[in-house]
C-alpha cells in the first residue's frame, strides 16, 4: 500500500529527532519541579507539625509554672499542711511538708484554737538555730502553756552535715514513741550542738550523747535503747528528705527561718528572750537584753552553700 506522504529527508528526520527530545526533556523538567513542590509542601507540613507541637511542649511548660503548687507544701501564709505525710520512715504525727506541731502546752500534734502560728526552720546542725533555741526555748514553753502560739517545727538538711540525720533519726523514734517528751528532746539534741560548739569539742555529738540527753528530759530508756538501729538503719531518711523538699518548694535561703502569722520575722527583731513574747502579745519590750546575748553575734540565717 503506498502512502500519500512525501518521504522526509535525512535532515527532516534529524530535526523531528531533536524537536522530539526537546519535548521529552521539558516534560521531566515538569515533572521533576512538580516533585519538587510535592516534597517541600511536605516538609513544611511536617515543619509545622513538629513546630506545633514544640510550641506545645513549651506551653506545658509555662503552664506548670503557673499552675499552684501542690498543696502538700502550703506556703507559710497559707496556714499549716493539713494532711499527715502517711508514710514508713516518716514518724506517724508528722505532717505533709516535714514539720510537727505543739498548740496545746507540750502536747504533741495539737493546734490551740484562735491562736497564731510560729513557724521555726532550722536545721540541727545549724549554729544560729541552736543560739536561737539557747535564747527563746523558756519563752517558747511559756507561750504554749499559755496558749498563745501554736508552734509547728520544719526541719531541715541545709548544711548536708551527718549529725542532722543523726539528730532526725533519734528525734524519729521519741515522736513515735514517747512524744510528751519529744519538745524536750528538740531542745536537748540542740544542747549537745551549742556545747560542742562553746568547748570546741564535738566528743559527745554521738548517738551516745543523744541517749544520755534523752534520759535527762526522761525520756524512757526502752525508747533511746533504739536510738542506735534507728541511726544505723537511717530509719527515718524518707523524713529527712521531706524536710528539705518542703524548704526548697518554698524558696527558702537559710536556717533560721522565722514566720509569724504567715509573715517572715526579722531576726535581728529577736535578740532578747523576751522578745518572741513581745511579737505574739504586741508589747513593747519590757528588759534590755542581757550581757550574754549582747555579747552573742546577730544570728543571720545560715545560708545554702
Not at 503506498?2 to 526537546?22: I, V, W
Not at 499549716?80 to 498548740?103: C, E, F, M, R
Amino acid at each position: 500500500m503506498s502512502s500519500n506522504q512525501p518521504r522526509q529527508t535525512k535532515a527532516q528526520r534529524r530535526e523531528a529527532a531533536r524537536l522530539k527530545a526537546k519535548e521529552l526533556r521539558e516534560a521531566e523538567a515538569r515533572r521533576a519541579r512538580r516533585n519538587t513542590i510535592a516534597r517541600r509542601s511536605f516538609i513544611g507540613a511536617a515543619g509545622a507539625s513538629v513546630v506545633g507541637g514544640l510550641g506545645y511542649l513549651v506551653y506545658l511548660g509555662v503552664d506548670a509554672k503557673k499552675k499552684p503548687k501542690s498543696s502538700k507544701f502550703p506556703a507559710p501564709s497559707e496556714g499549716l499542711a493539713t494532711a499527715k505525710a502517711n508514710q514508713s520512715g516518716i514518724p506517724k504525727q508528722v505532717l505533709s511538708d516535714a514539720s510537727w506541731t505543739y498548740g496545746e502546752g507540750a502536747a504533741l500534734d495539737t493546734v490551740a484554737a484562735s491562736v497564731p502560728v510560729l513557724d521555726i526552720y532550722f536545721d540541727y546542725s545549724c549554729s544560729h538555730c541552736a543560739q536561737f533555741e539557747g535564747t527563746h526555748t523558756q519563752e517558747i514553753n511559756q507561750l504554749l502553756s499559755g496558749k498563745k502560739i501554736t508552734l509547728a517545727l520544719h526541719p531541715c538538711k541545709l548544711l548536708g552535715q551527718k549529725w542532722t540525720s543523726v539528730v532526725m533519726n533519734a528525734m524519729g523514734v521519741v515522736l513515735d514513741e514517747a512524744p510528751a517528751q519529744s519538745l524536750s528532746f528538740h531542745g536537748a539534741a540542740f544542747e549537745i550542738f551549742s556545747q560542742a560548739i562553746q568547748t570546741n569539742d564535738q566528743s559527745n555529738m554521738t548517738v551516745e550523747g543523744l541517749v544520755a540527753a534523752a534520759t535527762k528530759v526522761n525520756v524512757p530508756k526502752e525508747v533511746s535503747a533504739k536510738f542506735k538501729a534507728a541511726v544505723d538503719a537511717d530509719k527515718y531518711g524518707k523524713w529527712v528528705k521531706l524536710g528539705d523538699e518542703a524548704f526548697k518548694a518554698r524558696n527558702l535561703e537559710g536556717t533560721p527561718t522565722v514566720f509569724f502569722k504567715g509573715e517572715k520575722v526579722d531576726l535581728s527583731k529577736l535578740q532578747t528572750r523576751t522578745s518572741l513574747t513581745e511579737l505574739v502579745t504586741g508589747s513593747t519590750p519590757t528588759a534590755q537584753p542581757s550581757q550574754q546575748a549582747s555579747q552573742q553575734p546577730n544570728p543571720q540565717p545560715t545560708q545554702q552553700g
